[in-house]
């Protein structure tokens, strides 16, 4: 069968050269194999320890979890064919399906998924040797931070027990309303406890250090060259999963390479980026599909109130200037958001919070569009930022600052978009403060492990960041601002700083603390949120950008949800015969509406 496949397909390329047909001819057979470039590698193939989409996509796709979401958004059973939730909503009892195996990368059955491999996932991600940097959602469960920061050392004193084999039980500290949309992210993900016991933090090393359960097992992996995930023909709901095998190459120019090998048939995606893509429309408009409005990441600037970048840029300098609210008001009223998003050619969805509008609504009413957050936003005025700058200068020469006040504004350079936004926001900011109070210095951050010798390491002023959700509840868009985050910084921020953290902590706890009153929970989280916004702590932005693609995939069939990493999933995805063009997305738009009203 697979030499009859290779010489169908050589078959038909020799067709095309033939008949001079034009590039992009010849296609993958449907059903069959998608192709793309890559040009971001993996950090690490551990999807219990990574916060980083890239990374966390293996176990996305490798990974079941105990429920998922649909392709309209509702929740439904996975790995769990069942729950219960006590009376006082302390204890979830989950039912595990029976008969799903884990296997090698290379499909041998290893032995059946039970409740201790979720018990064991959760007792390595708590553990600080393992350094999980998406541990987080775990907290909820009983003494989960305690055992986190050694305050207890006997793990079968958290919240998660395997009651027998297939029945799981997580108890917590208290009732937490969005619990089941949390299921679905990877710190939730069970792992083959016999393989973490014997890998330890070699575990995900490889692709021959991981066991899957999911819809697919990443057969080969080779870093820098390629990855390729082969169909779990064994998965408990193999009939969902409809593209066999998945090849992603790696290419660290892949966003300029990529739409010129779709036209020469040798790719089933690409993003067309908003530089080329009236060229696209005009001359290639049968490959050219818009992209699906989603609210998954919110995108906002950040200031950095403890920097580690290096003495040329003065940090200590910075650090005393940014700590001033005035100082920081003044960048924010400069910050023109159309302006500078222009560069996504209309595709940019602009917000005024840093919770996305329609993340979250309780009885009909949008979060983000709040009373208590309505006037929060600080607009782009030149001159309320001149008024700020004047009232900044003067405190902070006072204080000794010196100016200009160098801002080295980092981005990744490998990221046309992100390149020419930056240095729009440059030209912006020095436009309307002046070279004198701020010097803008942009800097060419790294192309691989951007995020950890970047923004993890503080070594920047102002910086573009994003936070996608971890589950329903506005509570996920605190965690880039909670202490000890690794985004702006707060918390360890001197000045005036400290008075302005004390309200903001105390509402969001608050906030945390209230689980029956929703309407009261959504209000305190709306009421801290405000804090952050009105002081220009950080800088409300976007979602990601609305862009289009070239695809061969209906991207209404997959799975859809604000969190977790349903997005990131192929399954459900079929691959078309041909590329859709705008026409055939709007007809899978709208079939995808009608769908949702019976769903």
Known sequence: MKVLTILKRTAALLLTLLLLLPLGGCAAEPGGELRELYASELSTLNYLVSANQA????????????????????????????????GDGLRWTFTLRRGVGWYTSEGVYVRDVTAHD??????YALSPQNGSQCNNPLYVLKNARAFYEGDIGDFSAVGVRAADDYT???????????????????????????????????????????????????????????????????????GSVHIARIVRTYNSEAATLAPVMVLRGELDFAEIGADIAGDWQENHAEY???????????YFYCFNFAPQFDDAYQPENWRRAVVNTAFRKSIAAAFDAEYISSVYGG?????????????????????????????????????????????????????????????????????????NESVLLEQRLEAVLGADYIDVILVAGP?????????????????????????????????????????????RAGGGMPALLEPYYNKVAAASAETGDMAARYRLFAEAEALLIENAVAIPYMVTPVGYAATRINVFERQTASCGVSILRYKGLRLSEAFIDAEQFERNRQAWEAGRQTA
Request: aromatic share 14%; proline share 5%; hydrophobic share 40%.
């Open 168 to 238: 799981l039980e997580y108890t917590l500290e208290q009732p937490v309303p969005y619990f089941l949309s949390s299921l679905t992210y990877v710190c939730f993900m069970p792992a083959c406890r016999e393989l973490l016991a014997e890998k330890g933090k070699g575990f995900g090393l490889t692709n021959a250090d991981l066991y899957y359960c999911g819809a697919y097992r990443l057969a080969e992996y080779v870093p820098q060259q390629r990855q390729v995930y082969v169909k779990n023909e064994y998965n408990w709901d193999a």
């Open 447 to 491: 192309t691989e492990n951007f995020l950890s010798r970047t923004r993890r390491a503080g070594r920047y002023a102002l910086m573009r960041c994003n936070w996608g959700a971890d589950y329903i509840d506005p509570q996920t868009f605190t965690s880039p601002f909670a202490a000890g985050n690794s985004y702006c910084f707060c918390d």
């Open 347 to 419: 595709g940019a969805v602009l917000q005024q919070t840093i919770t996305p509008r329609t993340f979250a609504v309780y009885n009909g009413k949008d979060y983000a569009r709040s009373e208590a957050l309505a006037g929060s936003h600080i607009a782009a005025d030149a001159a309320a930022a001149v008024r700020w700058r004047e009232e900044a200068r003067a405190a902070l020469t006072a204080e000794g600052v010196s100016f200009p006040v160098k801002v080295p504004l980092v981005y990744r350079p490998d990221d046309a978009q992100w390149v």
């Open 55 to 86: 990374d966390q996509a293996v176990g996305a796709n490798c990974i079941d979890t105990l429920v998922e979401y649909d392709a309209y958004g509702g929740l439904r059973p996975s790995l769990a064919t069942g729950w219960t939730r006590s």
């Open 288 to 298: 050219l599909s818009p992209g699906r409005e989603k609210c998954d990441y919110s």
């Open 118 to 123: 979720f018990v064991a996932a959760a007792q």
